[in-house]
């Protein structure tokens, strides 16, 4: 079983930052990549970044220059620092994996989900 967590959602002023991990853990044989989507009340979910095991990274137009992702991939771990922070990020931040999980019937290529982190910024 797989797992994602994500941590350090909050409240912050326009202009602040905030800094979100998400920690994958299970029966992980290996991670292709990982990334961060948001979803505003009432819109769909739509891509922030992603980062590859390898460190190639893709944005969105409207945070690239604030935000940027990592990985750390000894620890399945990825960040994604926002900084100078607009109203308009506010949205629950949903981290996902695209992985290989070792199940007892094999190696299994799957994408999995974290439950999200509110991120809200006043103006």
């Known amino acids: 079983q797989v797992k994602l967590v994500e941590f350090g959602g909050g409240w912050v002023q326009a202009g602040g930052s905030l800094r979100l991990s998400c920690v994958a853990s299970?029966?992980?044989?290996?991670?292709?990549?990982m990334g961060w989507h948001r979803q505003a009340p009432g819109q769909q979910r739509n891509l922030v970044a992603t980062?590859?095991?390898?460190?190639?990274?893709d944005y969105a137009d409207s945070v690239k220059g604030r935000f940027t992702i990592s990985i750390d991939n000894a620890n399945n771990t990825v960040y994604l620092q926002m900084n100078s922070l607009k109203p308009e990020d506010t949205a629950v931040y949903y981290c996902?994996?695209?992985?290989?999980?070792?199940?007892?019937?094999?190696?299994?290529?799957?994408?999995?989900w974290g439950q999200g982190t509110q991120v809200a910024v006043t103006s």
């Open positions: 996902n994996a695209d992985l290989i999980s070792s199940r007892r019937t094999g190696l299994i290529l799957d994408d999995y």
């Open positions: 299970g029966s992980i044989f290996s991670i292709n990549g």
């Open positions: 980062i590859t095991s390898g460190g190639v990274t």
